[in-house]
């Protein structure tokens, strides 16, 4: 049995869900080991002084996106001393590593890999990293994320190492709860207080008005919503009998629960694909899903999901392709184009309401595209295995 030690970006604290999956669930002969977390709760001050970014002078910004990556990446040069570890193999989680070992990365998007930051401050240090003997394979994301690294770097010193590795989630074994009467449209967003910017950023705001339009247009249907709230938010909720608001962070038997017994997953997040929409997908529910960044790799419009097209006012991408959150005109645009979103969800979700068979079918579609297709466990483990074969052979 050979050994995958998974390096996570914050040492001591928990690792993201996705990784859960890969520790469980990894290729047949190597062991994923990680680090138990110190710290049980999910808090990033970087994090939320990005947030706060977002209402500061341009200057402030642009010096520290260019610091970022500085700090970021100059902290794994002067750590590459403590990457020896009893392993054959290290996983860098979206961060380039400096050791003698072999190492192979994965990463969202280009920009991942010095902190979210500038990417072109470290691009001369990132491009040596990744064209070490020592670094075996570079695994984006998705297509949308090679092209995001491709557009930041001169790549040829690398660029056959570079493989993409979706991601993938366990299969379910459940039956589906069926409700007496009406539908439940579901939301899932962040249940963490310090990410209370994401709710905005995964569309809960306009969640929230398409289902009150909904609810006066079709009787018996509710709104369940797993996610942190803005106080406003919570208030306003509090008096809709048929919305139900889970702010606390839910175990995986009551988040199976929620799931199978939800009929319609309505996402219309402004961020890339994230496990959320993989989850929906494996309990056989229709996902409704803006279609930016890498979303329509694993949604099909019509058949593996429900797509909407994103607005062309709203500046999704930056000069490399990659998310342009932090941009303060992003999310002015995304507000002022709420009403326009609204409306393009009250349109699709009323389609999947009113056409069982289509809710279905849909529905069936997304469970096996992540049960045997592109983003199962199968094809992940066979595409990985073959990475940790290659990378740990002598």
Known sequence: MKKVYLKTRFQGLPYHSLYEEIIQYPPKGYEIIVEKPRITKKVHPAYLFDRELLSKPLLVKDLWYNVKPLLYVGTQKLMSAKHQHDCDLIYASQQVIFTKKPWVVDFEFADALTGYGNIKVCRRVI??????????????????????????????????????????VRQKHFSRRRRKNGLRLLF????????????????????????????????????????????????????CKNIKVIKSILTREELANLYTSSDIFIFPSHANLGMAILDAMSYELPVIALGVYDVPEAITDMKTGVLIKPSKQVPYYTWNGGHNYLDKRFLTEVRRTRPWLIDQLVEKTSLLIEDGSLRRNIAREARYEVEQGTFSIRQRNQKLAQIFGEATRI
Not at 142 to 151: D, I, Q
Not at 218 to 230: C, F, K, M, T
Request: charged share 25%; aromatic share 12%.
């Open 127 to 168: 491009q040596k990293a990744l064209a070490s003997r020592f670094c075996k394979k570079i695994m984006p994301w998705s297509e949308w994320a090679k092209r995001t690294l491709f557009s930041s770097l001169e790549s040829s010193a690398f660029k056959e190492k570079v493989e993409t590795v979706h991601l993938a």
């Open 188 to 239: 899932v967003g962040s249940a963490n207080p310090s990410n209370i910017f994401n709710f905005e950023l995964k569309g809960g705001y306009e969640v929230l008005e398409a289902f009150s339009r909904l609810s006066k247009k079709y009787q018996g249907i509710e709104l369940a919503v797993r996610s942190y709230v803005p106080p406003d938010v919570w208030r306003k909720c509090s008096d």
